[in-house]
Every structure is written in structure tokens, then in C-alpha cells.
Nanobody, 123 residues
Framework: QVQLVESGGGLVQPGGSLRLSCAASGFTLDRYTIRWFRQAPGKEREGVSCITSGGSTYYADSVKGRFTMSRDNAKNTVYLQMNSLKPEDTAVYYC?????????????????WGQGTQVTVSS
């Protein structure tokens, strides 16, 4: 059964940090490009970051320098380390996979999605 399961979300104060996990099962994660998306109430879904099967990472300008994506092949898990969090980072964060070898941002290219994990940044 192919699954992506996010965890690690929660409530954090501005300037704080969280690490999100996306655990894959039913497939070998490093064969795919994995992207983190987020969606806040009243906003469209946006791409946050991605990692290719080759290990290259990419970030949206809004999170560049604050977020870091990584992969642990032994655990078949990808991570999103989020530092210096801002209230505008508040959203449900989703991970998704695509067989493409580039970091596409088009949702239709992603065949499996996790259920999402809530991140709330508030004082």
C-alpha cells in the first residue's frame, strides 16, 4: 500500500522551529521527487520545497534560508526543518510524490499525497 504520512506539526511561537516528517511506505522514496505543499485558509495551495531523486533541493522564495528539506534513505523519510517561523507560515502542510525527475509544481503530476499536518505559528 503506497502511503505518505506527515507528522511533526503543531503550535509554535514566531521565531520558533518545527521539523516535519513525511514517512513513505509501499515504495522506495528516493526513486521519486518529493514536494512539500502548504495551504492556509483562504489561500491557494503553494509549493514550499522539493527534493529530487538525485538529492537536489529547491525552495520557494518565501521560505528560502529558513526551511531545509532533507531525506533519510534508511528510514524512507523526508523532512522539512522549519526555522524562524512566521505567522504567515501557518498552514496545513502536505507531502506528495511525482515520478518526474524535476521539481514540478503542478499538482496533477503528483500521484500520491499525504493527509497533511497542521502548522500554526502564533504568539
Amino acid at each position: 500500500q503506497v502511503q505518505l504520512v506527515e507528522s511533526g506539526g503543531g503550535l509554535v511561537q514566531p521565531g520558533g522551529s518545527l521539523r516535519l516528517s513525511c514517512a513513505a511506505s509501499g515504495f522506495t522514496l528516493d526513486r521519486y521527487t518529493i514536494r512539500w505543499f502548504r495551504q492556509a485558509p483562504g489561500k491557494e495551495r503553494e509549493g514550499v520545497s522539493c527534493i529530487t531523486s538525485g538529492g537536489s533541493t529547491y525552495y520557494a522564495d518565501s521560505v528560502k534560508g529558513r526551511f531545509t528539506m532533507s531525506r533519510d534513505n534508511a528510514k524512507n523519510t523526508v523532512y522539512l526543518q522549519m526555522n524562524s517561523l512566521k505567522p504567515e507560515d501557518t498552514a496545513v502542510y502536505y507531502c506528495a510524490r511525482t515520478p518526474l525527475i524535476v521539481c514540478t509544481y503542478l499538482a496533477r503530476h503528483f500521484d500520491y499525497w499525504g493527509q497533511g499536518t497542521q502548522v500554526t505559528v502564533s504568539s
